[in-house]
């Protein structure tokens, strides 16, 4: 019964590519959205600036000027 032979750079990178994989997978989770979620997000935004916009009142020029 021989044991397995690994080479232990390739185990090393092996076992650091898979942290880093896991620990990209936890933060698609928490941060990550979808593009659609995104388009939905960016799509009302500009609705509610365009709403925002169309209630500005405009004030009249004064005849003085304020120097």
Do not use: C, Y
């Not at 989770?29 to 609705?47: C, E, H, I």
Request: without cysteine; proline residues 1%.
């Amino acid at each position: 019964m021989t044991a397995e032979i690994i080479n232990l750079r390739q185990a090393r990178k092996s076992k650091s590519r898979s942290d880093k994989e896991r620990l990209a997978e936890n933060n698609r989770q928490k941060f990550g959205r979808s593009k659609a979620d995104k388009n939905l997000s960016q799509v009302s935004d500009a609705l509610d600036r365009s709403r925002l916009e169309a209630h500005r009142i405009e004030r009249a020029p004064s005849d003085t000027d304020d120097v």
